[in-house]
């Protein structure tokens, strides 16, 4: 038991790595549910679940840091593109701050891979913050069809995110996960 236990941190990944697939499969009907919000919060549980049970368990590494953020753009690009096949009105509404934070999501990596040779596994603050409002936006999206105001601010809040990604790149002497935000970089 103990040594599943320790590794139930990559079981919680697998698991958010599997779900990315099967939510884009409910969605390429053009709807989506209640189920799929389920299956949304289960991957966004397990995101959360991996990271305390890794500390707490001893088990967290710079390997599992980096693999967790990898799977965590994994997800992430299968529920962007999910929300693109089953709700793409909605989010064309949001004129230019989807773009600009699908596009950061991107860009804001390069930093990291220019100046330390890997890409950024901070989980900053400002990025759990943005999770949890595109989680609170992808509810209204996926379980209603919903987009508005908490969408467009949800975006707003992942492009800042994104943003303090670079800074904190540029302000790290070297490269280190966990890093709470850019006044902790300093």
């Known amino acids: 038991m103990d040594g599943w236990l320790k590794k139930s941190p990559w079981a919680l990944m697998g698991l958010r790595l599997a779900l990315g697939p099967i939510l884009l499969l409910d969605a390429l009907d053009g709807e989506t549910d209640l189920w799929f919000v389920a299956g949304l919060g289960l991957a966004i549980l397990s995101d959360i679940l991996d990271g305390m049970l890794a500390r707490r368990l001893g088990v967290a590494s710079v390997r599992l840091r980096r693999v967790d953020s990898l799977v965590d753009s994994l997800l992430f690009l299968f529920v962007a593109a999910a ?71 949800s975006l707003g809040i992942a492009i800042l995110s994104h943003i303090e990604r670079v800074v904190i790149t540029f302000l790290l002497p070297e490269w280190r996960t966990d890093v709470a935000g850019f006044w902790a970089a300093r």
Not at 112 to 125: M, Q
């Open 83 to 153: 929300a693109w096949a089953a709700h793409r009105a909605v989010l064309l509404e949001t004129g230019w701050l989807l773009w600009t934070m699908l596009a950061l999501s991107l860009l804001s990596q390069i930093p990291a891979l220019v100046k330390f040779g890997r890409a950024a596994a901070y989980h900053a603050y400002s990025a759990k913050l943005a999770g949890l409002a595109l989680l609170g936006a992808g509810g209204l999206l996926f379980g209603w069809g919903l987009g508005g105001t908490l969408l467009k601010v």
